[in-house]
Each structure stands twice: as structure tokens, then as C-alpha cells.
T-cell receptor
Framework: AQSVTQPDIHITVSEGASLELRCNYS??????LFWYVQSPGQGLQLLLK??????LVQGIKGFEAEFKRSQSSFNLRKPSVHWSDAAEYFC??????????????FGTGTRLTIIP | GAGVSQSPSNKVTEKGKDVELRCDPI?????LYWYRQSLGQGLEFLIY????????KSGLPSDRFSAERTGGSVSTLTIQRTQQEDSAVYLC????????????????FGEGSRLTVL
């Protein structure tokens, strides 16, 4: 069965500093991977996704993520965070999408706090 | 509407009562999903609709949970005889096509319905 681990429950970063949020997945084949952001009072919004090809994917709001098969990881990065990036971030895997399985498995999320 | 609309935004109920949660997806979106977000937990898949059909109900926790979708649009999630462990935020998402049909497209989420069972 597919699973997703986000080891960091809460991360605090200074505004302007770089950010890396960790995500590890468990699945035998190449999964479809997603990062979503949930801002207070808003629904989840897709930041980026990976299916195949270039392992470094670019997303919205200046975020990027790199798929590393050897490490079963899909870490999210941003070179310089802004106060508006404070939110909850969720990594998700869709292991069976190619076979018609519509279920996404989400991690437990990482709450990002930005300090001045 | 412009986005996925869910109602009520907050619902407090007593144990044993039935509740209905409504989701109005983005117009034209054929795929609709229900997820549950409990405190400290990730999102838990409940059910997926394609049009009015539910090909995957595998995530519904028990037979107290049911969902329907009418007219290929609005969906209602019903929880009968609510229990305290049902307390959570229930999220609805829609997509123009299924994840498989659009090679992993994009889900658009509503703000959720927060259910508290006393």
C-alpha cells in the first residue's frame, strides 16, 4: 500500500531564508506526486506535481520540488520565503492513477511559520 | 460559482444525530471527491464520483456514511448516528476530469465543513 511521510510537523523559518520541506513516500513503482498548500481559511491549493520526465519540477509561488527515486523523496524547496508562505503544506501520492485509482494518499502535513 | 462551495462551514451536533454536508463543485467538473481531515492527521480519502456514479467508495469508514451526487453537480455526504470520532473537517474537491483521465490533473478543494460531535 502507498504511504506518505512528512517527518516535520512544524518548521519555523525567517523571512527571506531558504526552505526545504521533506516528503518520503512508499510505493513500488514510480508514483504520481503532489504538493498542496492550505492557507488559513482557504481550501487546499496545488503547488506542483510530478509524473515523469525531468525530476525537478517548478510550481507556483516560486516553489520547486525534486523527485529522487533512490531516496523515495519529493522534497519541496523555495530559495527565499515570504511572510505569505505561512501555511500548512501537504505532500500526496497517487500510486494507482494509471490504473484508474483516484485515491490520493496525503501526508500529515508540515506547518510553516515565518518570523520577521 | 468560481470555486468549490461547501456548507455548512461549521456544524455542531449531538452524538446519535444525523448530519448532511453539502458540496457544490466548480461548474463543468465531472469528478468529485470527499476527504476527511482529522486533527493531526493527513487527509483521508472517503469517496470519488465520476458524474453521478461512485466508482470508489472504499474510503467510507462505516455503513453510517453515505454520499450521493445528483445532476452531475451537487453532492451530499450523510453521516447517520454520529459518533464523537466523526468529528473532523470534511473536504470536498472537484476536477474537470478524473486524475486518471487528465494524467493526474488538479483537484480544487473547498474550504471544508467542520463537524463537531458532542
Amino acid at each position: 500500500a502507498q504511504s506518505v511521510t512528512q517527518p516535520d510537523i512544524h518548521i519555523t523559518v525567517s523571512e527571506g531564508a531558504s526552505l526545504e520541506l521533506r516528503c518520503n513516500y512508499s510505493y513500488g513503482a514510480t508514483p504520481y506526486l503532489f504538493w498542496y498548500v492550505q492557507s488559513p481559511g482557504q481550501g487546499l491549493q496545488l503547488l506542483l506535481k510530478y509524473f515523469s520526465g525531468d525530476t525537478l519540477v517548478q510550481g507556483i509561488k516560486g516553489f520547486e520540488a525534486e523527485f529522487k527515486r533512490s531516496q523515495s523523496s519529493f522534497n519541496l524547496r523555495k530559495p527565499s520565503v515570504h511572510w505569505s508562505d505561512a501555511a500548512e503544506y501537504f505532500c500526496a501520492v497517487g500510486a494507482g492513477i494509471l490504473f484508474g485509482n483516484e485515491k490520493l494518499t496525503f501526508g500529515t502535513g508540515t506547518r510553516l511559520t515565518i518570523i520577521p | 460559482g468560481a470555486g468549490v462551495s461547501q456548507s455548512p462551514s461549521n456544524k455542531v451536533t449531538e452524538k446519535g444525530k444525523d448530519v448532511e454536508l453539502r458540496c457544490d463543485p466548480i461548474s463543468g467538473h465531472t469528478a468529485l471527491y470527499w476527504y476527511r481531515q482529522s486533527l493531526g492527521q493527513g487527509l483521508e480519502f472517503l469517496i470519488y464520483f465520476q458524474g453521478n456514479s461512485a466508482p470508489d467508495k472504499s474510503g467510507l469508514p462505516s455503513d453510517r456514511f453515505s454520499a450521493e451526487r445528483t445532476g452531475g453537480s451537487v453532492s451530499t455526504l450523510t453521516i447517520q448516528r454520529t459518533q464523537q470520532e466523526d468529528s473532523a473537517v470534511y473536504l470536498c474537491a472537484s476536477s474537470r476530469r478524473s486524475l486518471a483521465g487528465a494524467i493526474g490533473g488538479e483537484l480544487f478543494f473547498g474550504e471544508g465543513s467542520r463537524l463537531t460531535v458532542l
